[in-house]
């Protein structure tokens, strides 16, 4: 089986379905991501699809609904939760905290409000 995301004009995740791979050149990408959009769109009418990977085999991140694809990375991106002072990773392309939990012993809590760890 073969996942895509159907996206806006804006890039942004409608919602993600899942092909078979009849419908998909076998399934296995890259061949079938065109051969899935193509069916896709003659399905649907929509013609903005991206094949995403449960596995993130490609593309990074499995795209989540309310997420982005970033054409210029060809990756999805999820979508930033309520925490609006995280900051996405370069690398992973995922959302951390904008400080790093300081490297001693003992527990401590992510504070929104001051964007700060806090001992327990």
């Given at each position: 089986?073969?996942?895509?995301?159907?996206?806006?004009?804006?890039?942004?995740?409608?919602?993600?379905?899942?092909?078979?791979?009849a419908d998909a050149a076998?399934?296995?990408?890259?061949?079938?991501?065109?051969?899935?959009?193509?069916f896709l769109k003659r399905l649907t009418g929509h013609s903005n699809w991206k094949q995403t990977s449960y596995n993130?085999?490609?593309?990074?991140?499995?795209?989540?609904?309310g997420g982005v694809y970033d054409a210029d990375r060809d990756a999805f991106i999820q979508p930033k939760?309520?925490?609006?002072?995280?900051?996405?990773?370069?690398?992973?392309?995922?959302?951390k905290r904008p400080v790093e939990r300081p490297d001693i012993t003992g527990l401590y809590h992510w504070d929104e409000s001051t964007t700060s760890w806090i001992p327990y």
């Open positions: 089986m073969a996942h895509f995301a159907k996206l806006d004009d804006n890039n942004m995740v409608l919602e993600v379905i899942v092909v078979d791979d076998g399934g296995v990408y890259p061949a079938s991501d065109p051969a899935g959009k193509s993130r085999n490609f593309r990074v991140n499995f795209a989540a609904i939760l309520d925490n609006t002072s995280w900051v996405l990773d370069e690398e992973t392309l995922s959302w």
